[in-house]
């Protein structure tokens, strides 16, 4: 950003036309991100060269009227939207050669000459003519456009036209310098939560390659925007290339190759963006080692504007690459934290990801092509398949919609059970060094390790794709007998897991159940149960079949989160990690149980009587309710996106819990004070008769991360 004559910062054109004190933020001020007028917010390098608009000749206050057919459109020109100056290009790019000089102008033109980038066909492309005629390739001699020398083919650089988003580049890449804060607070997030596809291991070498990328480019650099400047239009012509991979490269040189590019960047910005959500305020990292003295949001905001400004850019040059699939997939998770599940742009950005994942072939496996890349980006993909499965599963589930990614029509296999160290080791090594799995591919030791985590998730997000068939099914018949069947399908799979992941309940009930040994068993027991609920409540929802399977799956659910409370209360563990299960699994089935609790205090209904609980089962159930109750409304914060509707669900579940148990239920009990609603929040809710607390809670919007933590 350029310096005026007297040494203050220049404000951004929207400011200084305004009259307004600019926060000088780069590359959207605050300002502008306020008043919703981004898309014209920039930094013009010299203001005052602007070619002034011509003052408008003064006219008659008195309006005179103009007789005019009525089938005649009249059109009014805006002097000042005509007028719009837009910036000249940075120091060492060619001038502006665009006719028109609007914003607008400048995308026409983008698509003026654009470079045809055809997709490798795929596994299946049936119809290619490259497939029909691979089988002849050896004998017949046919040069391929690919094939032809560099001095026929001239390389393609990026358009003149785009110097305005060169220099828009140039200002992203200046936020760069603060790279090692940007690292410590990702370095943060993954203590509190360990990420499931790059890991610490891979993202530090990521943000290594990035800091070394920003140093070469104004290292002894006396012009900083001018060296910018340069290696934003270098990353422009990167971004229109194919990454060159080669089996014997190592990470370093791997995250080296892919640093200067437009997705790579994106995606250390929206890893950021993602991190601050774990990061407390008066975390020592704001509080102590913060020189540049901004603020969590402030960065929030800057963090989610540079990936998405990245993400257009790669969509604009027609970009396909793994890290392309990482920023889509980790945008989709930084957009969820901000603004729910239900937000339209989280389901845009899915319908995104599964165009990428079908396009770089991730949901299918070719031998060929796992030999021409390295070992740890096998797996990497392996891994962004499977957390872009579950993902789509679990969206669809909240929304109601059918997946976008069908396991009918891909093979995804388990990822290997290794550790991120063992991955990104040479060939040599790891042929050394003991495997420590079973003949399935699960390790031996019995750790919950990031690849237990994903297999459990394929094996039930692969059950999850069946039960979103029943449900959105237009049919309705043969539903009980396919429930019957997905039910003892899940059994027989969570049978077969390796014996470490196996859950008793009379273990658990005894306290024999230890953190972190047997933090597997909770994990998988509870992601096999919630399969379960989620069937008996399509036999309610779409055949109003009340089954008693529905209750034990319920009350299992309740009772299993509070043991894993207990395990971690018992070794000194946080349960930060246990929200989301809290709400999503946990507040649902609690619910299903006070639903039924309240039914059989207030028998005048007119739904068919069901089968009512025992003596034991009633008794247990509001015992677990009052504890997971209290739980709940303790561990969820204030600052936490969904603060106010388990509030609501609690107070709700407190207060048939009090009706039960109360002699007098004309005067329910007051509630704990730690409750903070309004009065009015329950308005048109008739506590008398059978309130379904499920409708209340199939119409909510959660404002939560998704189950997988993907960065």
């Excluded at 607390?693 to 189950?707: E, G, R, T, V």
Aim: with cysteine.
């Amino acid at each position: 950003m350029a310096t005026r004559r007297n040494g203050q910062l220049s404000s951004c054109e929207p400011c200084r036309k305004s009259k307004l004190r600019c926060d000088h933020q780069t590359p959207i001020c605050g300002r502008c991100i306020g008043h919703g007028q981004a898309e014209r917010c920039f930094y013009h390098p010299a203001p005052l060269t602007q070619p002034r608009a011509r003052p408008s000749r003064v006219i008659s206050r008195r309006p005179k009227r103009h007789q005019r057919p009525e089938n005649q459109s009249v059109f009014r020109l805006d002097q000042n939207i005509s007028s719009m100056a837009i910036p000249g290009p940075p120091p060492g790019l060619p001038p502006n050669t665009v006719g028109g000089n609007t914003l607008c102008d400048q995308h026409i033109a983008q698509w003026t000459a654009k470079e045809k980038r055809t997709l490798t066909p795929g596994l299946l492309g049936l119809v290619s003519p490259k497939d029909i005629f691979s089988e002849y390739e050896n004998t017949l001699c046919v040069e391929e456009p690919d094939n032809l020398s560099a001095t026929t083919v001239p390389e393609t650089a990026y358009p003149p036209s785009d110097s305005n988003q060169v220099l828009l580049g140039a200002q992203i890449l200046s936020h760069l310098q603060k790279i090692r804060w940007f690292h410590e607070i990702i370095e943060l997030k993954n203590k509190i939560s360990p990420a499931w596809v790059l890991g610490t291991t891979l993202t530090r070498a990521l943000c290594d390659s990035m800091e070394q990328m920003y140093d070469c480019a104004v290292h002894n650099s006396q012009d900083t925007h001018a060296s910018l400047a340069t290696l934003s239009h270098q990353i422009f012509v990167n971004t229109s290339k194919d990454i060159q991979l080669n089996p014997s490269m190592n990470v370093s040189e791997y995250f080296d190759s892919m640093a200067p590019r437009w997705e790579t960047v994106g995606l250390v910005f929206a890893l950021l963006g993602t991190s601050l959500f774990h990061t407390p305020d008066d975390d020592p990292v704001f509080t102590h080692r913060n020189p540049w003295k901004l603020e969590k949001c402030q960065l929030k905001n800057v963090a989610t504007a540079i990936s998405d400004i990245c993400y257009q850019f790669c969509n604009s040059a027609g970009t396909t690459s793994d890290p392309f699939c990482l920023l889509i997939a980790q945008q989709i998770v930084l957009l969820t934290s901000m603004f729910g599940d239900s937000d339209y742009r989280v389901w845009q950005k899915l319908g995104d990801l599964s165009t990428v994942v079908y396009a770089l072939d991730l949901h299918q496996s070719d031998g060929d092509v796992e030999e021409k890349i390295p070992f740890f980006l096998m797996e990497i993909r392996k891994r962004t398949m499977v957390c872009a499965y579950a993902i789509d599963k679990e969206l669809a589930t909240f929304l109601g919609r059918p997946p976008r990614i069908c396991s009918r029509y891909c093979s995804i296999p388990l990822p290997l059970d290794i550790s991120y160290e063992k991955m990104v080791s040479s060939r040599s090594e790891r042929e050394k060094s003991p495997q420590n799995l079973d003949t399935h591919g699960w390790n031996i030791e019995g750790n919950l390790t990031v690849g237990v985590r994903l297999r459990v998730v394929l094996m039930t997000s692969l059950l999850r794709e069946s039960i979103l068939e029943l449900s959105l099914s237009p049919s309705t018949q043969h539903i009980p007998a396919r429930v019957e069947e997905l039910i003892q399908e899940s059994r027989q799979t969570q049978q077969e897991l390796p014996s470490f992941l196996h859950w008793s309940p009379e273990q658990a009930a005894a306290g024999a159940y230890n953190f972190p040994r047997d933090e597997g068993r909770t994990f998988a027991h509870i992601e096999f149960t919630y399969q379960e609920f989620l069937l008996r409540r399509i036999l309610l929802k779409r055949l109003g079949i009340n089954s008693p399977g529905l209750i034990q799956s319920s009350l299992e659910i309740v009772t299993t989160l509070l043991d894993m409370i207990a395990m971690r209360n018992r070794s000194g563990h946080s349960v930060i990690n246990l929200l989301w299960d809290l709400c999503h699994m946990g507040l649902p089935a609690a619910g299903v149980l006070t639903s039924k609790l309240l039914s059989e205090h207030s028998p005048q209904t007119s739904k068919p009587p069901a089968t009512p609980l025992s003596a034991n089962v009633r008794s247990l159930s509001i015992e677990k309710l009052n504890i997971f109750v209290s739980h709940l409304a303790v561990m969820v914060r204030p600052h936490e996106g969904n603060y106010e509707i388990v509030q609501q669900g609690t107070r709700f579940i407190r207060r048939m819990l009090d009706r039960i148990v109360s002699s007098e239920c004309s005067q329910p009990a007051m509630l704990a004070s730690d409750i903070d609603l309004s009065e009015n929040w329950m308005d048109g809710c008739d506590l008398d008769v059978n309130l379904d607390f499920m409708a209340w809670f199939d119409s909510i919007h959660w404002k939560q991360d998704p189950l997988l933590n993907f960065t």
